[in-house]
């Protein structure tokens, strides 16, 4: 029986616990300077809480940005807790890191994106990051939130 390294699984078990020591950061100390995050995740998800109305009106995926007004940061083991306002009204999320598919800050130019098998199978992975890919994102209903773009990380490859 031949044993392989699954490095894919290593670098996503890496790359989640990053976004768990930064959420837990700004648990604990709030936002610094301009930093901000664009989180989108998977709605499909059995252990995602979002309420009714979010999931009938993102029935995929959904982006949250985490900026301005936020509240209820709890970071967990398995996934985290927030409170987000959607057009004047706070809703809690729970959102699993094993659901979420990018995570952004734009203000530094950083981003994070997990392949999914179902990606890699259907030559999608192009589509992640075209600008004329669909986005429909909860920032739009967010007065005064700024829209990101996907960094590749190719592109600072040398």
Do not use: C
Not at 150 to 155: A, C, I, K, Y
């Amino acid at each position: 029986m031949s044993h392989q390294i699954d490095y894919g699984k290593l670098m996503h078990a890496a790359m989640r616990s990053l976004i768990r020591k930064v959420l837990s950061n700004v648990a604990e100390n709030g936002l610094p300077g301009e930093h901000h995050f664009f989180i989108t995740f998977d709605t499909t998800d059995p252990d995602v809480g979002v309420a009714d109305w979010l999931r009938d009106r993102y029935p995929d995926e959904m982006t949250v940005v985490i900026q301005h007004w936020f509240e209820n940061l709890d970071v967990g083991e398995d996934g985290f807790s927030v409170t987000l306002n959607f057009g004047d009204s706070p809703e809690p999320l729970y959102i699993p890191y094993d659901a979420i598919r990018t995570f952004v800050d734009p203000s530094v130019e950083f981003g994070l994106r997990f392949e999914t098998q179902e990606a890699e199978d259907e030559d999608e992975t192009d589509d992640l990051l075209r600008d004329d890919a669909p986005n429909d994102t909860a920032a739009e209903d967010t007065p005064g939130a700024a829209k990101a773009e996907v960094v590749s990380l190719d592109q600072f490859r040398k």
